[in-house]
């Protein structure tokens, strides 16, 4: 049982750089596959970055590989997403999430059973 609280958000230029954060509270955070999500208006929920457990694992959309990077640190129950060069098209609202059943994260929205509120993010041209 955990709940999840992002951070973070707001407007930056394209090119430049921002820090989401998922602070974690309840337990078990550390077995706990993490994920990062977005959604724009009028669109689906959209796989951003998945992190295993222990950190060891990641994988990334290909629109954002190379660009972003998530981190855990599992003594802070915190996860983050660094979002370097950001482009217009990233605009959304992201959302940390969690998959209690699993250590390995999957890019499917249905395999992750804790959501945050989400985090506005807006990337200016």
């Known amino acids: 049982q955990v709940q999840l609280v992002e951070s973070g958000g707001g ?6 750089s921002l820090r989401l954060s998922c602070a974690a ?5 550390s077995s ?4 990062w999500f977005r959604q724009a208006p009028g669109k689906e929920r959209e796989f951003v970055v998945a992190i295993s457990w222990s950190g060891a694992s ?10 972003f990077t998530i981190s ?10 660094q979002m370097n060069s950001p482009k217009p098209e990233d605009t959304a609202v992201y959302y940390c999430a969690a998959d ?3 250590l390995y994260g999957s890019r499917w929205p249905s395999e992750y059973d804790y959501w945050g509120q989400g985090t506005q993010v807006t990337v200016s041209s």
């Open 25 to 29: 509270s309840g337990r078990t955070f």
């Open 100 to 102: 209690s059943r699993r």
């Open 11 to 16: 407007l930056v230029q394209a090119g430049g």
């Open 72 to 81: 855990r640190d599992n003594a802070k129950n915190t996860v983050y997403l």
């Open 58 to 67: 990641t994988f990334y959309a290909d629109s954002v590989k190379g660009r």
């Open 32 to 35: 706990y596959a993490m994920g």
